[in-house]
């Protein structure tokens, strides 16, 4: 069983809060607010009698005095347009993580030890919602997607702030793109991320710029990189055409193209309400999604 699986089934067992969609956030957030902050003393306590004594309830408490914090980053996150419940989803996978890999020994808060696990399993789930929602954008567009962390790990810029114009210059003439989309990749995928990150890799934590690919890469892994993203724009294909016409439309025009219409301009042609463009939008990318992770793990 890999260490995702185990932590899903932990999670089962646990009792743990859940988000079951967006509009449930609100009784969410006062359910979880019931937990008590713990004190240093308190949590040394408990990692030690889950560490020492494998004991569960010490690890829940350690994770439900957390959640608020899973919660505050997995919002900050809502930007990439995914939907929120599956963000605190996410995030709380990450925090288990954390709590199972954490000891006394850090000599940090699990808190602060927490935050690099909880935006490391936000970062993994955005980027495989990206490469599955975004694959019909243009070559340019996922060149740039992929590669504008290793160039900026090049340049020897590990921090998440905006970029110099001369260093955009640089990245927009190495992939040849705008300056603009630069400047607008950057603020899209690194306004969370670190490349110091930790990541969870075959039971070792590494730093995601370990992890970058060189980019002398040989022929085979190219090849295999260009037959992968073949398969998944034939998987996204096949799931669009299980949507309806409408969704279709409003799929097409407001995920896969690189002038999104309005909801407003959907509605009117449509006419029905923004807000019912938005759910729908909503609800085709949920179907979207499921068919697309189902048909990629048939192909596994």
Do not use: C
């Not at 699986?5 to 609100?26: R, T």
């Not at 790990?153 to 001369?166: H, R, S, V």
Request: charged residues 30%.
């Amino acid at each position: 069983m890999s260490p995702r699986q185990d932590l899903v089934v932990y999670e089962n067992k646990s009792n743990l809060p859940a988000l079951v969609d967006d509009d449930g956030l609100h009784a969410y957030l006062q359910q979880i607010r019931q937990f008590p902050v713990l004190s240093l003393e308190e949590e040394t306590a408990l990692v030690r009698e889950f560490k020492e004594k494998g004991d569960l309830q010490a690890a829940q408490k350690l994770i439900t005095s957390h959640l608020r914090l899973a919660v505050k980053i997995a919002l900050t996150y809502r930007r990439y347009g995914l939907p929120t419940a599956d963000l605190i989803s996410e995030a709380n996978i990450g925090l288990m993580q954390a709590v199972k890999k954490f000891d006394n020994t850090k000599n940090v808060r699990l808190s602060t030890y927490a935050m690099l696990w909880i935006k490391a399993a936000l970062n993994d789930f955005v980027l495989r919602s990206w490469s599955l929602v975004k694959i019909g954008t243009v070559a340019a567009q996922k060149k740039l997607f992929y590669n504008l962390g290793r160039i900026k790990a090049k340049l020897g810029i590990y921090d998440n702030k905006e970029l110099e114009p001369t260093v955009v210059k640089k990245i927009a003439n190495e992939l040849v793109v705008d300056e603009k989309e630069v400047v607008e990749m950057n603020r899209r995928i690194s306004g969370d991320a670190s490349l110091n990150v930790s990541v969870n890799r075959d039971d070792e934590t590494v730093e995601a710029i370990d992890l970058l690919a060189d980019k002398t890469q040989n022929i085979e892994y190219n090849f295999a990189r260009r037959e992968e993203a073949e398969l998944k724009r034939k998987i996204l294909l096949q799931a669009l055409s299980k949507l309806n016409d409408r969704e279709q439309y409003i799929v097409k025009n407001r995920m896969l193209t690189d002038s999104p219409q309005t909801l407003d301009e959907i509605g009117e042609k449509f006419q029905i309400s923004r807000e019912r463009v938005r759910q729908i939008e909503k609800r085709a990318f949920e179907k979207l999604s499921q068919e697309v992770k189902q048909s990629l793990a048939a192909a596994e």
